[in-house]
């Protein structure tokens, strides 16, 4: 730039400051006391003053040069004590809090630059570099325009303003898209198709050895890259929304463990003088009010997300608020509004809330030295929510050098693992496909069909207080005995975490039991006595293995599938439901050859039952995924199959029948059915479309004189009400803060069994289905009054369904049986009721075809003496609007993948973010879960 601030030519050249005055000043500047500054500055006389500012300013400049970034922050704050007029200074120190990625202050100091000197260009070319780094492009380009009229000959500012324009036109993009009539694609981006109507771009590839790899934001391909960026910050909204449930989770999972650990905190608070405490994962405020209840002078509570943040400060604030009222009782009614609300923030002033990404902590969050740091971010991969990062910065920025760490120290376990399956039949090319993740991926091996090839070895020994432990490991070689010949797929790895010297917790299936990581590697088979070279990283991020012997050749993978198949393939009680309902089937039939069209039947289990039976001639089995279909082909292939099996790869409505006068012509299938099998099925029964599905065949297939034999033939939904709510947490209320992120506006989906809820009332039918005759123009209406059967909050229903596969056989999702069926559970949240027994709710339940939705008669309820409508709030308005702006953007963001160039410009960023989420400062789930949409759903 080479404009001038105001003033700046009219200041004759500075000296150099004498001895004495560095000396005088120093004393100062040492203190860190801003009083002692301004009293130093105030006995100096003027030229002496402009010396000194000068100086801090030059010496701001130095630290900048050096990327030592706090204490540049420092001495420009210091030097603007002394002059607070300086549009410079503040100009220099907005540009070191963009570098910091402080943007709040950033834009600040840009601000307070520009209303100094309205006619010096650098102010507005900052404000527009901190708006630009915020993605705000629109915003920025004003600015840029302002620096370039008052400077035409700015390079700077104009490759600015180009960039600027680009990012807006790429929003303006999205926001076009968005606004689209249901149904029409957007004008300008039209898609650019192959000659199948697929679209014309590079699908996303994984390689395992790309987990090796390391990417950041650091990287060119992220720096120059927009959709890179905007991509970023997508899933940073994305995992802002997704935060609320995470807690959730969280907490149903690892309250124990989290407790344990405060309990360790308050030991260590009460045998250090004037402890100061920083917790980093509140655990909803839990925390800070147990660091607080053990005297701590101050407890930080640091929470990522904006919404993690907003239920610890909301339940350390009614807490609080509690313990106030118990120690002053009815003197608060005394008070007035605005000074009982100084009243609860002076209570609670030894709790201070920090909202930002705990691997980039500095002073200004944390503006003192502390002596415990608590860490509460479990994940069943260990590194995947930043300890390391975490840890290293709080002892860069805060930590004294003799601070606790909560945990204390980590020890880390691995075995080789070959992935088995429950299911009859042979299942090596579903297996092996699907194997691998883009990220670690989680593993219950007391659930997970298995088989361990190694006993479990050490691999890392990580020591908080032992900084050399804590960085990266490259390739660490371990010689493990093969106890068992199998296939290698991957490693299990789990870890044993030390909340003190002498107290540690384990996520080991054999121990309190939990989650474990898997970590795929190209699969390879291993012989019992012989011994395995196992290679072992991390990059403080995530844990990657290798062998030393791997075949040279890393495979590809362009296409995974959805969980719930992985599961469904395991699932003996559903498996054996369908057998026997086919073999009573075929054996009504003996003597008579048979055809069945199995629809939506990956992986080809059901249909491989089917067509062992004597009497089937042919099998047709549906599937509309195209890498699904051709994976169904392999399979039916290894089990010998392949003649009687005829897969299809569409979609169930869009079969195409000829009989046998239309042989000559191409169709799908030349025969009538027989048998039709149903294999596609939700929550909620109905959500996959089995009523469309059921109506197009009675259409299609059915004559007045042969009705082809459904299984299953129909179907009964179930439900029951029951309290799901948070109440307290080691006798802290967070309820009211947690239950309206319950809430979702449909139906959800709900493990009972594992999860902590109190039933309300009997099972009671909703809905019976017939196959054979109801479908969506006969769409059923049920009002059903519930008898209360205990007192509590009805807080949500929750539904499942029975399968009739035929006249004897069964196949029910319910929680309240022993097996454990792969489909889980539908819930629906409801506004609460306060509830006793002798009440009934009138429930009004409505099938939308495939959605069922629930209701409450209110007004019924009117004058009960055993139900109170409670008035508490269901969901977060906030939240809400918040979450259908993001789904506008989705919708967006899906038109412009239409476009090649965009398409895998999005998908390529979305995969290096999945693999190392970490490093882009995004929870590991929500990364993955967007990435993998490309390698499941790819047609």
């Given at each position: ?7 700046a030519e009219n200041r004759a050249p500075m000296k150099e400051l004498d001895d004495h005055l560095v000396d005088q000043m120093k004393e ?672 299609a297939v059915n004559t007045p004189r042969k009705t082809p034999t459904l299984i299953p033939c129909g179907a009964t939904i179930k439900g ?220």
């Amino acid at each position: 730039m080479a404009g001038k601030a105001k003033g700046a030519e009219n200041r004759a050249p500075m000296k150099e400051l004498d001895d004495h005055l560095v000396d005088q000043m120093k004393e100062a500047v040492d203190s860190g006391s801003e009083h002692k500054l301004r009293e130093a500055f105030k006995n100096l006389p003027k030229d002496a003053l402009q010396q000194a500012v000068e100086h801090l300013k030059k010496s701001g400049n130095d630290h900048y040069l050096k990327e030592q970034y706090k204490e540049a922050i420092d001495q420009y704050s210091l030097a603007l004590i002394g002059d607070r007029l300086d549009p410079k200074i503040y100009c220099n120190r907005s540009l070191v809090f963009l570098k910091m990625q402080k943007y709040t202050e950033a834009i600040a100091d840009a601000e307070a630059c520009i209303a100094l000197d309205k006619d010096w260009a650098k102010g507005y070319y900052r404000k527009g570099r901190v708006l630009l780094a915020q993605q705000k492009a629109a915003e920025a380009k004003p600015y840029f325009k302002k620096c370039i009229e008052l400077e035409p000959s700015n390079r700077d500012a104009k490759l600015a303003f180009s960039e600027a324009e680009k990012m807006a036109a790429m929003m303006d993009q999205f926001i076009s898209a968005a606004n689209q009539e249901p149904g029409r694609p957007p004008a300008p981006l039209q898609p650019e198709l192959d000659e199948t109507g697929q679209i014309k771009a590079d699908k996303p590839k994984f390689w395992v050895n790309m987990a090796e790899k390391s990417y950041h934001p650091e990287n060119q391909w992220y720096k120059h890259s927009i959709v890179a960026k905007g991509m970023q910050r997508y899933l940073e909204t994305q995992c802002n929304l997704f935060s609320p449930k995470a807690q959730l989770a969280a907490l149903d999972e690892y309250t124990n463990q989290m407790l344990i650990a405060g309990k360790v905190m308050q030991e260590y608070i009460k045998a250090t003088s004037s402890a100061k405490v920083v917790v980093v994962g509140s655990g909803a405020g839990v925390l800070p009010l147990m660091a607080s209840e053990a005297r701590a002078s101050v407890a930080y509570s640091v929470e990522h997300y904006h919404y993690e943040s907003q239920i610890s400060r909301s339940v350390v604030a009614r807490n609080k608020y509690t313990q106030m009222r118990a120690e002053f009782g009815a003197r608060l009614q005394e008070l007035t509004q605005e000074q009982l609300k100084s009243k609860v923030a002076g209570f609670a002033s030894d709790i201070r809330h920090v909202n930002r990404d705990p691997r980039q902590l500095e002073y200004t969050d944390i503006p003192e030295k502390c002596n415990i740091l608590v860490v509460n971010r479990p994940h069943y991969s260990l590194l995947g929510t930043g300890l390391m990062n975490i840890v290293q910065n709080a002892q860069r920025t805060f930590l004294t050098d003799d601070a606790k760490i909560v945990p204390c120290k980590v020890k880390v376990y691995a075995a080789g693992l070959q992935l088995n399956t429950t299911c009859p039949y042979l299942m090596r090319s579903f297996v092996e496909t699907y194997s691998w993740s883009l990220n670690v991926q989680p593993i219950d091996l007391r659930t997970t069909p298995h088989k361990l090839l190694t006993k479990p070895f050490q691999i890392f020994e990580f020591v908080m207080n032992d900084r050399k432990s804590l960085e990266p490991v490259e390739r660490r070689q371990f010689t493990v005995p093969v106890e068992t010949t199998g296939i290698l797929h991957g490693f299990v790895y789990y870890y044993e975490t030390f909340l003190s010297e002498t107290l540690s917790i384990s996520n080991c299936a054999l121990s309190r039991g939990g989650e474990q990581a898997l970590y795929y590697i190209n699969a390879r088979p291993v012989q019992m006595d012989t011994e395995l070279q196992v290679l072992v990283s991390h990059n403080k991020s995530r844990i990657t293995f290798d062998t030393a012997h791997s075949p040279s050749i890393s495979v590809m993978h362009e296409f995974c599938c959805p969980e719930w198949m992985r599961n469904m393939v395991n699932d003996t009680t559903r498996t054996e439901a369908y057998s026997q309902a086919i073999e009573h089937y075929c054996h009504t039939r003996s003597g008579e050859e048979v055809t069945v069209l199995s629809l939506c039947g990956s992986p080809g289990v059901i249909a491989m039952v089917a067509a062992q039976q004597m009497n089937v001639r042919k099998v047709y089995v549906t599937e509309k995924v195209q890498h699904l279909a051709a994976n169904m082909r392999e399979v039916v292939a290894d089990n010998g199959l392949s003649e009687k099996i005829t897969v299809i790869n569409k979609e169930p409505r869009n079969l195409e029948f000829g009989w046998e006068e239309y042989q000559h012509q191409h169709y799908d299938l030349h025969e009538r059915p027989d048998c039709i099998i149903f294999e596609l099925f939700d929550c909620a029964c109905v959500g996959e479309g089995v009523l469309y599905y059921s109506k197009f065949i009675r259409n299609a297939v059915n004559t007045p004189r042969k009705t082809p034999t459904l299984i299953p033939c129909g179907a009964t939904i179930k439900g029951c009400l029951v309290q799901l709510r948070s109440t307290k947490i080691h006798g802290y209320d967070v309820g009211p803060s947690l239950n309206i992120y319950r809430w979702q506006p449909d139906m959800g989906v709900v493990d009972l069994k594992s999860t902590n809820f109190k039933q309300l009332s009997d099972e009671f039918e909703i809905f019976r289905y017939d196959f054979y005759q109801d479908g969506p123009d006969n769409l059923p209406h049920a009002e059903i009054a519930v008898p209360i059967i205990a007192e509590g909050i009805v807080s949500a229903i929750v539904v499942w369904f029975d399968l009739q596969m035929d006249a004897e056989t069964t196949y029910s999702t319910s929680p309240f049986q022993d097996c454990n069926p792969h489909i889980k559970q539908g819930i629906t949240y409801i506004n609460e009721l306060k509830v006793s027994p002798g009440a009934r709710v009138p429930l009004i339940a409505v099938n939308k075809g495939a959605d069922i939705v629930f209701s409450i008669d209110e007004n019924a309820l009117r004058g009960s003496p055993f139900v109170t409508i409670l008035p508490l709030p269901r969901l977060d308005p906030a939240w809400r609007e918040h979450a259908q702006k993001t789904e506008e953007l989705t919708k967006s963001l899906q038109s412009r993948m239409q476009v090649a160039s965009e398409f895998k410009a999005i998908t390529q960023a979305a995969l290096k973010m999945a693999i190392q989420p970490t490093n882009f400062g995004l929870d590991p789930q929500i990364a993955t879960k967007f990435c993998n949409a490309f390698f499941t759903s790819v047609q």
